[in-house]
């Protein structure tokens, strides 16, 4: 079956450190992958996204590159900000009428 | 532009009482979700239904039940519930555009069986 592994957290960081967090992955077939964030008492919103081997998203500064040979998806942030600090989950999809699989959440803790 | 649409916010229930919980997309999307998300757990899956008339089990389905009312609607039912359902509950929906279209969430669903 399809399942997403990604680092626990808490990560604390301190503003503009440089962020990782890790994301493997096991699919069937190709999936597209995802990085959703979660701000303190909203639902989840799409961070950045990729559809193939070798894309790249980005949003905000954010960065994944979908990695096939290593089956990865870590997202990276150059210099984090205090309003970054957010529970980010890694995801995937591989049909489009199928289901999503999440990843448990990294929480990232951001300090001034 | 409201999206995704949940109610109530909150909610506390007493062990064995029912309730709904109500979800209506404006997007005129085919699929829609119900997740619960625990603490350490993630998001996992309850029920989906990736069209208008049928709905499938996701990962956790025990407990619930599911309407695909019409197209905008998809509503999540706790016939008799119970502490081990005190969640936060989310409602997703997304279209079948390909496998890279995004789900978009609701607010959420706080709820407490006490």
């Known amino acids: 079956g399809n399942s997403v592994t990604q680092m626990e957290g808490p990560v604390t960081l301190s503003e503009e450190a440089f962020l990782t967090i890790n994301c493997t992955y096991t699919?069937?077939?190709?999936?597209?992958l995802f990085w959703y964030v979660q701000y303190p008492g909203e639902g989840l919103q799409l961070l950045l996204k990729?559809?193939?081997?070798?894309d790249k998203g980005s949003n905000k500064g954010f960065e994944a590159t979908y990695r096939k040979e290593t089956t990865s998806f870590h997202l990276e942030k150059g210099s984090v900000q205090v309003s970054d600090s957010a529970v980010y989950f890694c995801?995937?999809?591989?049909?489009?009428?199928?289901?999503?699989?999440f990843g448990a959440g990294t929480q990232v803790v951001v300090t001034p | 532009n409201a999206g995704v649409t949940q109610t109530p916010k909150f909610q506390v229930l007493k062990t064995g009482q029912s309730m709904t919980l109500q979800c209506a997309q404006d997007?005129?999307?085919?699929?829609m979700y119900w997740y619960r998300q625990d603490p350490g757990m993630g998001l996992r899956l309850i029920y989906y239904?990736?069209?208008?008339?049928?709905?499938d089990k996701g990962e956790v389905p025990n407990g619930y039940n599911v309407s695909r009312l019409n197209k905008r609607e998809f509503s999540l039912r706790l016939e008799s519930a119970a502490p081990s359902q005190t969640s936060v509950y989310f409602c997703?929906?997304?279209?079948?555009?390909?496998?890279?279209?995004?789900?978009?969430f609701g607010s959420g669903t706080q709820l407490s069986v006490l």
């Open positions: 997703a929906s997304s279209e079948w555009a390909g496998a890279g279209e995004k789900l978009f």
């Open positions: 239904s990736a069209s208008e008339g049928t709905t």
């Open positions: 699919a069937t077939g190709y999936p597209s």
């Open positions: 997007m005129n999307h085919n699929s």
């Open positions: 995801a995937l999809r591989v049909d489009s009428w199928g289901k999503f699989q």
């Open positions: 990729a559809t193939k081997a070798d």
